[in-house]
């Protein structure tokens, strides 16, 4: 049972910048991938990136080149570098440990001038 902890969302400016951490407890997170996925009002959620243990990453294409994924194994967090934001971003993020059935509680990104 992995229990998976969402900081650093918030309001921001178009263009702006957030850095979002997921802190996960267990044993298991060095072996699993990891994701972040968004959902904004009545949408569906969505996988904004993913990350395996060894460092390989994927990216919804709406964030491509704009968002960084990474994950630091030795202290059980994995972090989302959102850059250039637009208000299309906006959306409760959510961290999720794939191949179980853990996700964070999210963090809200308000992206509006």
């Known amino acids: 049972q992995v229990q998976l902890v969402e900081s650093g969302g918030g309001l921001v400016q178009p263009g702006g910048s957030l850095r979002l951490s997921c802190a996960a407890s267990g044993s298991i997170f060095s072996l699993n991938p990891m994701g972040w996925y968004r959902q904004a009002p009545g949408k569906q959620r969505e996988l904004v990136a993913q990350?395996?243990?060894?460092?390989?990453?994927n990216y919804a294409d709406a964030v491509k080149g704009r968002f960084t994924i990474s994950r630091d194994n030795a202290k059980n967090t994995v972090y989302l570098q959102m850059n250039s934001l637009k208000p299309g971003d906006t959306a409760v993020y959510y961290c999720?440990?794939?191949?179980?059935?853990?996700w964070g509680q999210g963090t809200q990104v308000t992206v509006s001038s």
């Open positions: 999720h440990q794939l191949h179980t059935a853990d």
């Open positions: 990350i395996t243990r060894y460092g390989i990453t």
